[in-house]
């Protein structure tokens, strides 16, 4: 009886932890690519005006998203335009920028958004954020030890209860015959 208890918590929880995952995974991933084609919108008329201090002020609302730690805008050339780096970062920003596109590289996602205008390419923004999936496995995988424990106790608890209840009878049954 606990085994099969063990068995289907692992199940439980292992799914739970899956879903979830995949869930912070897209949602994580959605946020800070809507962040940056957010930003490409907003910074679009700055480059094509040639304004890098437009562009840096844009940059500066990147302060409100604390798990953003890096952020670049670069020309249509590929050459940097204007940068923000968040509170004691100092990570090398890419020489050039990448295509449009998100990925994971040592907990940090890296997202890559084109600024296009009336059809023009202007330039590109990068935007680098904390990918926290790692800590996120880990912490669940505690509470998923603690609820597992708490679940065994409890099945050892209702089936003594429940071998109490029903198999003593049946053994004094067996032991008058």
Do not use: C
């Not at 957010?38 to 998203?65: C, I, W, Y």
């Amino acid at each position: 009886m606990l085994i099969t208890s063990l068995a289907g918590l692992v199940a439980a929880l292992g799914a739970m932890i899956g879903y979830d995952m995949f869930a912070y995974h897209k949602s994580w991933v959605g946020d800070m690519t809507a962040q940056a084609s957010l930003l490409a919108k907003t910074t679009a008329p700055a480059v094509a005006f040639d304004d890098a201090k437009m562009a840096h002020e844009n940059l500066g609302f990147l302060r409100s998203q604390p798990k953003v730690r890096a952020a670049a805008i670069y020309d249509a050339h590929g050459e940097l335009f204007s940068t923000y780096l968040g509170v004691g970062e100092h990570a090398p920003l890419p020489l050039h920028p990448a295509g449009d596109g998100a990925r994971v590289e040592q907990r940090k996602l890296i997202v890559f958004k084109r600024i296009v205008e009336n059809g023009e390419f202007l330039g590109t923004v990068y935007v680098q954020a904390d990918y926290e999936l790692y800590d996120r496995i880990a912490n669940y995988l505690g509470i998923a030890l603690v609820v597992a424990l708490l679940g065994m106790l409890v099945a050892l608890l209702v089936s003594s209860r429940l071998q109490n209840i029903v198999t003593r009878p049946i053994l004094a049954i067996a032991q008058i015959a």
